[in-house]
């Protein structure tokens, strides 16, 4: 069976794929992993499924499933398929390790990636698999570990090209040093290393980072005069960003015009971009326009674009025109997305329809799609500003024990956790305060000063005492201010 598999996966290519019959092609990998939406639970049901069956497939089918689970944010999935692949004999070029690497980092933290890659050997530690780890150090924002890492592949002389230069510049601009970006584009210039568009990418918006407009438009004349390399219409919806960011509308336009012209290969992004970047200029007949020529350009419209496109509607205030997109998507869909009825139920509570959010939210359960962790970050928003703490905790406790869909906990903002804390001050509510904590505590691993702190006005205003605050204080090793420490002498007396 073992040697079966290797052969079926050794011999067979993307093109001897391609010649199949059309009834193997419906059959392939990845269109069973996604059959049921980009769901995890259901695309994990599908792969346990494949996995227990022991089929074969082709290498180009592995490898196009994992491309198309990372693009859906699937890493769990994505890591599981590479690993079974492998245990079952399938070769994995540099190019698999590299992706294989950026998996765990994903799915299980830099630490694992990092053991990962010692454990490699010496011979398969090209460029590719150096730029992956870098670009994991770049992602979690390690800026010493992604610079000695940067110099260690210098010592090596391996062949550096724009990849680890994008990482690390993208890497400067997150953490408020885009001044860096330039002498690492002239480092490049100097080691006549060739940008590509993403690195021109990431130079607009370092200048965009330090307000230099101007400094942005000569990015963009450089690279036209340049030649080597020809924009795309990434370049374009970057610069029209950049100028949206600025309120430069007019020259919004003009690059979402260029940008349109750049998608000659009708790129499904590109489409999306134009609508949401013509939606932040209110221009609403590009909005319908470019959405008309999505919907020729593909013979299914996805779940995604939906979104997109009700999200830009309801951004326009055209609450008529985002539910009549919304029927549309409801009634052609076998499945049922939460995320396209979320922005629908946003866009009710911020219009104060409080009775038709709760009626879509229960239509979409009877439909299949249970409220997820944004659904009650949504009611939640609403019944705080409404005042309703109560239904407003409610939502809390249902976000928290549902979870994000890639499995991690779901943590309220530190802004909703603040007001809640000062409304139980103002109410001098010691009870629905400590009750409050308890439930936080199922989603942090540790409580920070300003809870403690508030938590001592709250008792202190309340006129409450707590012997055992002493303690508690100590167990979550919280350093109080002065005045923190003067309210905790007051609450611990006896």
Same mark, same amino acid.
């Given at each position: 069976?073992?040697?079966?598999?290797?052969?079926?996966?050794?011999?067979? @290519?993307?093109?001897?794929?391609?010649?199949?019959?059309?009834?193997?092609?419906?059959?392939?990998?990845?269109?069973?992993?996604?059959?049921?939406?980009?769901?995890?639970?259901?695309?994990?049901?599908?792969?346990?499924?494949?996995?227990?069956?022991?089929?074969?497939?082709?290498?180009?089918?592995?490898?196009?499933?994992?491309?198309?689970?990372?693009?859906?944010?699937?890493?769990?999935?994505?890591?599981?398929?590479?690993?079974?692949?492998?245990?079952?004999?399938?070769?994995?070029?540099?190019?698999?390790?590299?992706?294989?690497?950026?998996?765990?980092?994903?799915?299980? =933290?830099?630490?694992?990636?990092?053991?990962?890659?010692? @454990?490699?050997?010496?011979?398969?530690?090209?460029?590719?698999?150096?730029?992956?780890?870098?670009?994991?150090?770049?992602?979690?924002?390690?800026?010493?570990?992604?610079?000695?890492?940067?110099?260690?592949?210098?010592?090596?002389?391996?062949?550096?090209?724009? %990849?680890?230069?994008?990482?690390?510049?993208?890497?400067?601009?997150?953490?408020?040093?885009?001044?860096?970006?330039?002498? %690492?584009?002239?480092?490049?210039?100097?080691?006549?290393?060739?940008?590509?568009?993403?690195?021109?990418?990431?130079?607009?918006?370092?200048?965009?980072?330090?307000?230099?407009?101007?400094?942005?438009?000569?990015?963009?004349?450089? %690279?036209?005069?340049?030649?080597? +390399?020809?924009?795309?219409?990434?370049?374009?919806?970057?610069?029209?960003?950049?100028?949206?960011?600025? =309120?430069?509308?007019?020259?919004?336009?003009?690059?979402?015009?260029?940008? #349109?012209?750049?998608?000659?290969?009708?790129?499904?992004?590109?489409?999306?971009?134009?609508?949401?970047?013509?939606?932040?200029?209110?221009?609403?007949?590009?909005?319908?326009?470019?959405?008309?020529?999505?919907?020729?350009?593909?013979?299914?419209?996805? &779940?995604?674009?939906?979104?997109?496109?009700?999200?830009?509607?309801?951004?326009?205030?055209?609450?008529?025109?985002?539910?009549?997109?919304?029927? #549309?998507? $409801?009634? !052609?869909?076998?499945?049922?997305?939460?995320?396209?009825?979320?922005?629908?139920? !946003?866009?009710?509570?911020?219009?104060?329809?409080?009775?038709?959010?709760?009626?879509?939210? $229960?239509?979409?359960?009877?439909?299949?799609?249970?409220?997820?962790?944004?659904?009650?970050?949504?009611?939640?928003?609403?019944?705080?500003?409404? !005042?309703?703490?109560?239904?407003?905790? #409610?939502?809390?406790?249902?976000?928290?024990?549902?979870?994000?869909?890639?499995?991690?906990?779901?943590?309220?903002?530190?802004?909703?956790?603040?007001?809640?804390?000062?409304?139980?001050?103002?109410?001098?509510?010691?009870?629905?305060?400590?009750?409050?904590?308890?439930?936080?505590?199922?989603?942090?691993?540790?409580?920070?000063? &300003?809870?403690?702190?508030?938590?001592?006005?709250?008792?202190?205003?309340?006129?409450?005492?707590?012997?055992?605050?002493?303690?508690?204080?100590?167990?979550?090793?919280?350093?109080?201010?002065?005045? !923190?420490?003067?309210?905790?002498? +007051?609450?611990?007396?006896?």
């Amino acid at each position: 069976m073992a040697s079966t598999f290797m052969q079926q996966f050794t011999r067979k @290519t993307k093109d001897v794929a391609k010649r199949s019959t059309k009834r193997y092609v419906e059959e392939a990998l990845y269109r069973n992993l996604l059959k049921e939406g980009s769901e995890e639970e259901s695309v994990r049901q599908q792969l346990n499924q494949f996995l227990k069956s022991h089929k074969s497939a082709f290498k180009w089918e592995v490898d196009h499933s994992i491309k198309l689970l990372r693009q859906r944010h699937l890493y769990g999935p994505a890591l599981k398929l590479s690993e079974t692949m492998k245990k079952r004999g399938m070769n994995k070029t540099t190019s698999d390790e590299a992706i294989h690497l950026d998996l765990i980092a994903k799915t299980r =933290g830099i630490a694992s990636a990092e053991t990962y890659f010692v @454990t490699l050997p010496d011979t398969s530690k090209n460029h590719l698999i150096y730029c992956a780890l870098l670009n994991c150090y770049c992602k979690a924002l390690m800026v010493r570990k992604a610079e000695a890492l940067m110099e260690k592949m210098k010592e090596l002389n391996l062949e550096l090209t724009a %990849m680890p230069y994008n990482s690390l510049m993208t890497l400067y601009t997150k953490i408020g040093q885009p001044e860096k970006v330039s002498s %690492m584009i002239q480092e490049m210039k100097d080691s006549n290393i060739m940008p590509d568009s993403f690195t021109y990418n990431v130079w607009m918006r370092a200048l965009t980072a330090a307000n230099d407009i101007n400094g942005v438009e000569r990015v963009i004349d450089e %690279m036209k005069r340049d030649g080597r +390399v020809s924009s795309d219409w990434t370049t374009y919806s970057n610069l029209a960003s950049i100028y949206a960011d600025a =309120g430069l509308f007019d020259k919004t336009e003009k690059a979402l015009v260029e940008l #349109e012209k750049k998608n000659d290969r009708r790129d499904l992004s590109a489409y999306q971009y134009l609508i949401t970047l013509y939606a932040r200029t209110g221009n609403i007949r590009e909005v319908y326009r470019v959405w008309r020529s999505l919907r020729l350009a593909f013979r299914k419209t996805a &779940n995604i674009s939906y979104l997109n496109m009700i999200q830009a509607l309801v951004n326009l205030n055209d609450l008529p025109g985002a539910e009549k997109c919304f029927r #549309e998507w $409801e009634s !052609g869909q076998p499945t049922y997305d939460i995320r396209i009825a979320n922005v629908l139920i !946003g866009a009710y509570l911020k219009n104060g329809s409080l009775e038709k959010a709760e009626e879509l939210k $229960e239509r979409a359960r009877r439909c299949g799609a249970k409220a997820n962790a944004k659904t009650w970050e949504i009611f939640l928003h609403h019944y705080l500003q409404s !005042g309703d703490i109560k239904l407003a905790l #409610e939502c809390i406790q249902n976000a928290i024990s549902i979870g994000r869909g890639d499995g991690s906990k779901w943590v309220p903002p530190s802004a909703v956790v603040t007001e809640f804390m000062e409304h139980f001050e103002q109410t001098k509510d010691v009870d629905g305060a400590e009750g409050f904590l308890e439930v936080l505590k199922q989603s942090v691993e540790a409580l920070d000063l &300003n809870v403690f702190e508030t938590l001592l006005r709250t008792y202190a205003a309340a006129g409450r005492t707590s012997p055992a605050m002493r303690y508690r204080i100590k167990m979550e090793n919280v350093e109080l201010s002065e005045e !923190g420490k003067k309210l905790l002498e +007051v609450i611990c007396v006896e």
